[in-house]
């Protein structure tokens, strides 16, 4: 079995690790110029053991004619990349056709834009909330795991089971992952909790767990989360609570105390001058308010506020 | 004419400085401990001149029976001192009767509190758009004037004519004053600018002109904007200008030029770890609001945001 891992961040060395663990061929597409860092090998390292591959155990890439006849291809980059990445690979098309497009990214409305080229079929979405750090390009640290991986079909339910394999090479490998027809449901319930800390905690420049103890803060994330609800609502998903209510009990109760030492990944974003992902996070909510004639205006703040910083 | 002065801060000593010049009795009330900041004399200089008084030619005192018999009480502190100050003002009631208030604040909603103890006729409104500096406790600089200081009754127009006393004094004193029946609009002018920059000048951490460069933060302004003119619809209050789009005109094109190089004062307050004015800003706006169950989300943000940075 082969995959192509499209971006050899964080996230792209530690499921190529998993993987290769597996026995699987793995290349990885790199960005022009960036193929070098991994000529030398990579590692990666923390909570699930220390692996460790020399450059012969891979192939790396900068051409994406390099995924034909693969079994899988992982999207792993940020999300802002992933118009340019779909039109990348619809230029060999022929040459992947027989190829499924797993999308593992932050945020909602990736997928979509693979499935606007691939059709339905073709794309999967995993969800994965595991702390993965780059601490050199050729070096990931796997610092917390909250829940195992979780693969399917956000458009056809019943589809998802035909990434089984995938599946099983990953926990093979030594990474914990599931087949599940409910992404949807858990990256909504990802979006939720990063729509709500990851902006503020940027705007405010605090980590996750100081935005509990003022309730000013908290009425700006209650007024977030209300919003989203409504938007999914209003466009037929939904998650795993089925009340605003129900979700923020478990928000403040659990969610945040485990990750009150967080800092913001859109604070890191901007303080080294990076785009960062507000477009697949609170971009997307309201996107999809303006096309239900919805006001989502704490979302929109929030938006505009990254926006802005990210200049 | 004797004038007793609550607060001496910036605003405080500039104003002292202009009804001394004129042959005013001047006497500070300070805080407890602070009349010793002013045992040496006060200094003002800048745009209007340069004016020194030693300590013996005005008083100073950190008891509010030094009102006894003044005619005119300047409130110059910040906003959010203003109930104690009424209450403090009301336990000597009888002995200034004959003293008219004149409340030289920012933001909305501060003349109220001393109407609530004192009655429309005796409290009398002022807008300063006067920049005032404190470089020592006994030294203030004036840095900018944008329009001549107004003052009159926002309770009852008519009787704003009774401060023509003190308007001629300062004007004789070297400040330019007037009497006006529009302090209501005046007040609604600087709130709408001061709401819209100024928290989220802090939020930031930029400079006015840098808010008016971005499409997303001029977009939040623009709500803010919004909302403010939809509170003073519903409460009867109005501005100089009509329509939200002829403020906007004027804010972007005039406004925000003459002062793109300021720092917030709430950004100011902020880093030094003092309290802001927002309650009588954005604060305000909110509370009217709410009251006319109106929704002002983006003030809400901007206001809970400063008062989760004030902590």
């Known amino acids: 079995m ?23 061929d793995v290349c990885f597409i790199t960005r022009k110029g960036k193929s070098d860092d991994l000529k030398n090998g990579f590692r990666v390292y923390g909570l699930f053991g220390d692996f460790e591959f020399s450059a012969s155990e891979y192939c790396v890439s900068e051409d994406y004619a390099s995924c034909e006849g693969c079994d899988y291809i992982l999207i792993t980059t940020k999300s802002y990349a992933n118009r340019e990445i779909a039109e990348s690979l619809n230029r060999i098309k022929d040459k992947i056709e027989n190829s499924k497009i797993v999308v593992a990214q932050n945020g909602w409305g990736n997928s979509e834009i693979f499935k606007e080229f691939f059709g339905k079929e073709k794309v ?3 969800r994965i909330i595991t702390g993965f750090e780059r601490e050199k390009p ?3 640290k796997i610092t917390v795991h909250a829940d195992e991986m979780v693969i399917g079909n956000i458009f056809d339910k019943m589809l998802s089971f035909n990434v089984e394999d ?10 914990e992952a599931k087949v599940s027809c409910e992404v949807d449901k858990h990256l909504w319930a990802k979006m939720l909790y990063n729509c709500a800390l990851n902006p503020l905690g940027a705007i405010f420049g605090v980590e996750y767990g100081k935005l509990a103890e003022s309730e000013h803060s908290k009425s700006i994330m209650n007024n977030v989360i209300d919003e989203i609800y409504d ?38 974003d901007i303080e080294n001058g990076r785009k960062t992902e507000i477009e697949s996070l609170n971009g997307v909510v309201v996107k999809l308010a303006n096309e239900k004639n ?18």
């Open 124 to 126: 999967y979405t995993a």
């Open 294 to 311: 919805l006001s989502v205006p704490f979302n929109e703040f929030l938006y505009r506020s990254i926006k802005f910083l990210e200049k």
């Open 2 to 24: 082969k995959v192509c891992i499209i971006g050899a961040g964080s996230v792209g060395l530690g499921l190529a690790a998993f993987l290769l663990n597996a026995g699987w």
């Open 166 to 175: 995938l599946v099983e090479a990953l926990n093979n490998g030594g990474f």
């Open 231 to 268: 938007v999914m609502e209003a466009c037929n998903y939904s998650t795993f609570w089925d009340t605003k209510e129900s979700y923020k009990e478990i928000f403040y109760s659990k969610l945040i105390p485990i990750t009150a030492s967080h800092r913001s990944s859109m604070l890191q």
């Open 138 to 140: 050729n070096l990931a």
